[in-house]
């Protein structure tokens, strides 16, 4: 206990506290890692936490909901993956309250939603890029890079058309699907027009060029397949506005919730979890580059279901840097292996090693891997062991000779695997940098006095949160308006490198 005081406020659990990182309670005290308390001389813990708990160990209960109260007591922003949306539903009038902006992510009912358009958040050539690669390569993994790489610039192409040469309200990426079912010839003279009259980047064109100048059926077939849960009415209206400023998070209190479904479309949704949570950590740096490294308000996130988010580009090493900026990450994921399935096993232990704090919530019985690394960090202690022994190996030698007493010092792990397997639901296992391991009771978030407030305010319904609108949207047409000659042009290599073939041509594009 006194070992973990140093990085902690200690208070009864009935009293209000004063944020941190809300972990269990020991002896009738909240237990918290409150980042940036530490003693004299010793650095202080980065606010990062990987929070361990299979099915049914409480996570929503005993985790998310507390910190999502200590994050208003540090008056953080909070940004919150969802899986049912019973979060945003209970939390919501409450943070009103406390004067947060509350925006919903919905990808489990995108009827009831804030909208947000990859397109119009990509702002230069270098950012349609990223968003293209993390796209692709989230999305159903193909066998052939080559083929992932020649989809990626195909989508690379089509968004930087639709930026540049479409209106403001065909921006989004349901129409990049509808491109893919023009005829090759017909995209390629709206290429060369777009190019010419200066509403593309060279760099888009080549990427159209290297993308049309072999194997394209493959990677239009590749591309639809990759879009078609984009045909959906309520998904494609989620992804053709701006109503989500991303950049707000670090400006003001802003509670942001992204809700998932529990059923299976998780894996299809991952392409666009990915990149939109690439784009909010873009923007969370951008910010602080702007405000001498630091966000004018500190941000959290808690990420339930964590490998269902699929793999952020950078990850690894927004997670190394992001303590300094006012980011604060904690995830949570049902076992180890989740993490190397979505990042790789040397990754997944990089990103681990940035958590000065673990939390153990519960082990599902069939997850032994996850019950080996906990019983291997708690590691070992030493035992005293007294012994007799006598020889009965001679008749009655017994009886005239005392038995041998030794002593022996054995070491044994602190917990086995069995045993953390068999740990009460109604317990946790801490582990934090510096300190000893704290086996705790977990504390349920109607424990806590704000849980009267949040209770009287009541819940919001999901309905009410974010309304339903129209779906639908404008797909563009593949007639060209202009009737005008486009004027001869030659197409040379840019600066810096990148292979454009050299031509020139003369066409006059009618109805």
């Not at 540090?74 to 949306?85: A, C, F």
């Not at 049309?212 to 959906?232: C, E, P, R, W």
């Not at 010092?409 to 946790?428: F, G, N, V, Y």
């Amino acid at each position: 206990m006194k070992n973990i005081f140093s990085f902690n406020v200690l208070n009864p659990a009935n009293t209000k506290y004063p944020g941190g990182i809300v972990l269990g309670e020991l002896d009738g005290k909240i237990i918290r890692v409150i980042p940036g308390k530490a003693p004299k001389g010793m650095p202080s813990l980065a606010g990062h936490a990987a929070i361990f708990g299979g099915t049914g160990s409480g996570k929503t209960y005993s985790f998310v909901i507390n910190n999502i109260i200590s994050s208003v007591a540090d008056e953080q922003s909070i940004v919150i993956i969802d899986p049912k949306g019973e979060l945003a539903e209970i939390t919501s009038a409450w943070l009103k309250s406390k004067g947060y902006e509350v925006k919903i992510f919905n990808l489990s009912n995108p009827a009831f939603s804030n909208r947000w358009n990859p397109i119009l958040e990509s702002v230069d050539d270098a950012e349609i890029s990223e968003m293209s690669a993390c796209f692709i390569n989230n999305a159903a993994k193909d066998d052939s890079g080559y083929f992932v790489s020649k989809e990626i610039q195909l989508l690379e192409a089509l968004v930087g058309l639709l930026k540049g040469e479409f209106p403001q309200e065909q921006k989004h990426m349901r129409a990049v699907m509808s491109l893919t079912s023009w005829d090759k010839e017909d995209l390629d003279v709206r290429f060369k027009t777009a190019y010419q009259t200066g509403k593309i980047s060279a760099t888009i064109y080549e990427r159209w060029r290297g993308s049309a100048s072999a194997n394209y059926d493959h990677a239009v077939s590749g591309l639809s397949a990759k879009l078609k849960i984009l045909t959906t009415e309520p998904l494609a209206a989620l992804l053709s506005e701006q109503e989500i400023n991303l950049g707000d998070v670090g400006q003001k209190k802003t509670a942001l919730f992204c809700v998932l479904p529990v059923r299976g479309e998780n894996k299809v949704l991952k392409p666009i979890l990915s990149t939109f949570y690439l784009f909010l950590f873009k923007r969370l740096y951008e910010l602080a580059d702007r405000n001498n490294r630091k966000l004018p308000v500190p941000v959290r996130m808690l990420l339930d279901e964590f490998a269902n988010i699929g793999q952020v580009p950078g990850f690894s090493e927004i997670i190394s840097t992001a303590r300094s900026l006012g980011i604060h990450i904690q995830f949570i994921l049902q076992g180890r292996s989740q993490l190397d399935d979505v990042y790789g096993r040397d990754e997944a232990k990089n990103i681990l090693a940035n958590c000065p704090t673990i939390l153990l919530l519960g082990v599902a019985p069939g997850d032994m891997e996850t019950a080996e690394m906990f019983s291997s960090i708690l590691g070992k202690v030493a035992v005293e062991g007294k012994f007799e022994s006598e020889d009965l190996t001679v008749p009655l030698v017994h009886h005239f000779k005392l038995a041998e007493k030794t002593k022996k010092t054995a070491k044994i792990s602190l917990m086995e695997p069995d045993e953390i397997i068999r740990l009460h639901p109604l317990e946790c296992i801490a582990l934090v940098q510096w300190c000893y391991p704290l086996r705790m009771k977990k504390v349920g978030w109607d424990k806590l006095p704000q849980a009267k407030e949040i209770k009287q305010l009541g819940e919001i319904p999901m309905v009410k949160l974010a309304p339903s609108r129209s779906f639908d949207v404008s797909l563009p047409s593949i007639k060209d308006e202009s009737t005008s000659e486009v004027p001869s042009k030659k197409i040379v290599p840019r600066k810096g490198g990148g292979e454009i073939i050299e031509e020139e041509w003369h066409e006059k594009l009618s109805e």
